[in-house]
């Protein structure tokens, strides 16, 4: 168990130090965490909706900060190359996002194109029904995503790494609550600061 705490933490901590520098993307974290935890109590009544909110805000917020505001160039923090980290990263590189979000941004138009979905629902016949279906689908995504990951982890490195980065997975909600609570703030006085050297 001391194992898997320890590789645990070095997980947490190779994300936090290698993929959250800037601000910005401390703070579109907080908002991802805070819709996580939001969607974490959802789910248990309203699993569609969980989902609309853990795709439709919480993983929009939280991939933006790392495709837009993230710096891509030599790390000198760290000492390393931007392809460096994204080789060692364990779960979802920015490679395997580009996929995963592929996949999440295309599910919404293939339900409207076939409102079905090959026979899984009974076509919606309103808006509240499609975002039903789609929260649905999204939900589906989420849970095949992580799984797709553990067996690609447990095959391609071992077991304890796919266990363990299961668990970063679906507790980074609360430990990037914690650790990122301060960052909007800290945005907000940086931006206040920059404009008033201007």
């Known amino acids: 168990m001391t194992g898997f705490r320890e ?3 070095e997980q947490r901590w190779d994300d936090h130090r290698y993929y959250h520098h800037s601000l910005i993307n401390q703070s579109l974290h907080f908002v991802s965490a805070a819709t996580f935890l ?5 789910v248990w009544t309203d699993p ?3 989902a609309l909110l853990g795709w439709g805000i919480a993983m929009t917020t939280r ?3 790392h495709f837009f505001f993230e710096p891509r160039g030599y790390d000198e923090v760290n000492d390393c190359s931007h392809d460096h980290k994204e080789e060692i990263k364990v779960g979802y590189n920015l490679a395997r996002k580009v996929v995963l979000m592929g996949l999440w941004a295309a599910s919404p138009l293939v339900l409207l194109a076939q409102p079905s979905l090959l026979g899984i629902f009974a076509p919606h016949t309103s808006p509240a029904e499609y975002f039903n279906h789609l929260g649905l689908v999204w939900l589906a995504l989420g849970v095949g995503g992580l799984l797709f990951r553990v067996v690609q982890l447990f095959i391609t490195r ?4 796919g266990l363990v980065w299961t668990t970063k997975i679906l507790t980074d909600p609360f430990c990037d609550f914690a650790l990122y609570h301060r960052s909007p703030a800290k945005l907000v006085r940086h931006v206040l600061a920059q404009r008033a050297v201007r």
């Open 63 to 65: 991939q933006s900060g």
């Open 7 to 9: 590789h645990l933490k």
């Open 48 to 50: 569609a909706l969980a």
């Open 38 to 42: 939001v969607a974490y109590v959802v």
């Open 158 to 161: 071992d077991v304890n790494t």
